[in-house]
């Protein structure tokens, strides 16, 4: 039987509100780019490293369109950060009113549901137990600005081309998911390997999952504009759970000399379920310090 933490389901909104932070993105064509340097994994690393958004404080309004296996909702979050210390978002839906509230700290979760007159505070437990995930701070806050997501430069990559830039990708994909016995499949004839479609020998699973049981099996794409030394395209898949992420970034716009996604796409497939986003940001701050405000009514009960 191949092994699964278990999922838990919730309300729309609080599920919108946590996957929101962790979801990738489903491909859309894109304008070319100029590809001018080498395709060499050194060369595309440093163009990586050159376009990271270095920032402290971050602010922005994002309209969301989101599909929750084929349950299509839309809302507005108000976005802030601080780097390595907090994020906070109030989401609203059309009429404006706000319905929830959430700051993820490195150790931390806070969330105030105004839907349903509940709260929680406690640690990470409470979004990776909703999300089947292991959570990791500093990806969501390289998800919502644009940065590499589980990017180590000591890991072992290869660097190709296409027609979207240079492509980054894990070396040991081709291994891992033979001795898997995993089956990659073509989403549409004018994509390739954009996400793993999950057939795979049961038997030959176990194994690999026993032999590699110390090891991370995540696998890791990069896309990488050469022109503007930009991450416009992210596939994480991690084999262990069998869950496929993508994150697209379709436009940028220049905020303080820096280059930041302004539209973008998320995708996340999971145990046969499907959740995306379609997001645009207006009003971007990286100039102000922000507060981060979080009040309990009494009458809210405590989310166990």
Not at 15 to 30: N, V
Not at 79 to 105: C, F, H, N, Q, Y
Not at 260 to 269: A, D, G, L, R, S
Request: proline residues 3%; negative net charge.
């Amino acid at each position: 039987m191949i092994r699964h933490r278990p999922y838990v389901s919730s309300s729309w909104m609080a599920f919108s509100l946590l996957l929101i932070l962790f979801l990738g993105s489903c491909a859309k064509k894109k304008e070319l780019t100029t590809t001018g340097g080498p395709a060499n994994v050194n060369y595309v690393m440093s163009r990586m490293e050159e376009g990271k958004v270095d920032y402290e404080w971050f602010g922005a309004r994002i309209n969301t369109d989101a599909d929750i296996d084929g349950e299509k909702r839309s809302f507005k979050t108000n976005l802030r950060m601080r780097k390595d210390s907090a994020i906070w978002m109030s989401i609203s839906p059309a009429l404006g009113i706000e319905v929830a509230r959430l700051m993820v700290t490195p150790d931390s979760i806070m969330f105030l549901d105004k839907w349903n007159d509940q709260y929680y505070i406690g640690d990470h437990s409470f979004l990776e137990d909703r999300m089947d995930i292991d959570l990791d701070f500093a990806m969501l806050q390289d998800l919502t600005i644009g940065n590499p997501m589980l990017f180590d430069a000591e890991e072992r990559f290869k660097a190709t081309k296409d027609d979207e830039g240079f492509v980054l990708t894990s070396k040991s994909k081709r291994k891992v998911r033979k001795a898997a016995g995993l089956r990659i499949t073509k989403k549409n004839v004018a994509q390739t390997e954009d996400t793993l479609i999950v057939d795979i020998d049961e038997k030959k699973y176990e194994k690999v999952l026993d032999k590699f049981e110390e090891e991370s099996l995540i696998l890791k794409r990069y896309w990488v504009d050469d022109l503007r030394a930009k991450v416009i395209r992210t596939i994480i898949t991690d084999l262990t759970d069998l869950r496929s992420m993508e994150a697209d970034y379709l436009e940028f716009e220049e905020v303080d000399g820096l280059l930041i996604p302004v539209k973008m796409n998320y995708e996340i497939i999971a145990q046969g379920k499907r959740v995306a986003f379609n997001m645009e940001y207006n009003r971007i701050r990286m100039d102000k310090v922000y507060e981060f405000p979080f009040s309990i009514p009494e009458k809210f009960k405590r989310i166990q």
